[in-house]
């Protein structure tokens, strides 16, 4: 007899950590039972900018930080559990999305690290891992794979809804109502940033990892020469399929783009980054949607209290912002979820990519399992 409970890992490309859920994925969306964060070292937060920033891998640093991420994982896994004295044979799986380094479906690859070998070796429990790379090979994007399960747990029979997750860089998914299911396809792609910008512009000037609720950027006022130079970027009038990366909106494409506007304060560039984190998602549902609807917002921008004002202030006639918490899905918990979620998907043969999103060939079962 299976088991209704998993476990589901997440680290985004803000490379802040490591996030666990433990749920019961026995009704949708999921019951939460526990959750936990570690955060990543100095150290190691500072190789996994190397490897992302570099144009060629160190080999020796690239095998270190995939043992490192490996053993953290199985480490955070053991404790969420121990915390709720529930024994690693009461576990289904582990879904485990692993770290990001490289993405490039353009060229055919994506790379994520956290050795899935050293994670069912250290808890005893059947991991599923690497799920990006089949829906690649199968010629899609690899990303984004949460709408699966946001199409799973939170559609709705007569409204669309958009799904708005703001990590390090942003996507929506596009949930058009069951009732036109036939009419509309769902949609899912990356906006551009969401917080990796913010992020990095924080980290060199005020040497904090991130802008807590937005205030440095609420002591600012928005350059709008600036903001409306930044969205000239050929990314955000891609029409999707696509998805992005650090590869892409890094601190390079930041300073190039501040090159000309060098007479303004750094929190003013702050207050415009936010600015362009919000104007890029509403560009990108007004221009690639399917009409008004309700949007719920997750990920860590749903924390951003600055953020979401902004964002409620841009917004259009016709549309309202939540954030997922309304609906019964913790907004910092979401993406894990999903992958406890993926894992069970491929466990039970089925699958976990939407062709209408990721651009593949065709639904693929995703993931390789690793049995203790």
């Known amino acids: 007899m299976t088991s209704p409970l998993y476990i589901g890992l997440m680290s985004g490309t803000s490379l802040d950590g490591l996030d666990a859920v433990l749920v019961d994925l026995t009704t949708s969306p999921g019951k939460l039972i526990n959750s936990a964060h570690l955060p990543y070292t100095d150290s190691l937060r500072h190789q996994l900018h190397t490897l992302c920033h570099t144009a060629h891998y160190d080999v020796h640093l690239l095998a270190q930080a995939d043992q490192d991420i490996g053993l953290l994982s199985a480490q955070l896994i053991n404790n969420l559990l121990s915390s709720v004295n529930i024994k690693s044979s009461e576990i289904e799986a582990v879904g485990s999305h692993g770290q990001t380094i490289r993405h490039y479906p353009q060229l055919g690859f994506t790379h994520q690290i956290g050795d899935p070998n050293i994670i069912v070796e250290a808890t005893g429990i059947t991991t599923v891992a690497d799920f990006r790379r089949r829906d690649i090979a199968a010629g899609g994007e690899g990303a984004p794979l949460v709408p699966a399960y946001h199409a799973y747990a939170l559609s709705h029979p007569d409204t669309t809804r958009y799904i708005v997750n703001i990590g390090g860089m942003a996507n929506i998914t596009v949930l058009p109502p069951l009732t036109k299911a036939v009419e509309f396809n769902i949609q899912g792609f990356d906006t551009g940033p969401g917080n990796v910008l913010l992020d990095e512009w924080c980290q060199q000037h005020l040497s904090l990892h991130f ?49 000309n506007f060098s007479q303004y304060s750094a929190n003013d560039v702050q207050a415009t980054l936010i600015f362009l984190t919000v104007k890029s998602i509403i560009n990108a549902i007004e221009q690639f949607g399917i009409g008004p609807g309700d949007i719920f917002i997750c990920g860590g921008g749903a924390y951003n209290s600055y953020l979401l004002d902004i964002f409620s202030q841009e917004l259009p006639e016709g549309y309202q912002a939540y954030t997922t918490d309304e609906q019964g899905i913790s907004a910092n918990w979401l993406e894990a979820i999903a992958f406890a979620w993926l894992a069970k998907q491929t466990l039970n043969h089925k699958t976990g990519n939407i062709p209408s999103v990721t651009n593949a060939k065709g639904p693929r079962v995703l993931g390789a399992v690793y049995y203790p």
Request: no cysteine; hydrophobic share 25%; charged share 25%.
């Open 211 to 259: 802008d807590k609720d937005g205030q440095w950027a609420a002591s600012g006022k928005p350059i709008s020469e600036l903001l409306n130079h930044f969205l000239k970027d050929p990314y955000f009038k891609t029409p999707p399929p696509k998805s992005t990366g650090r590869e892409y909106f890094n601190t390079s494409w930041l300073n190039q783009r501040l090159h």
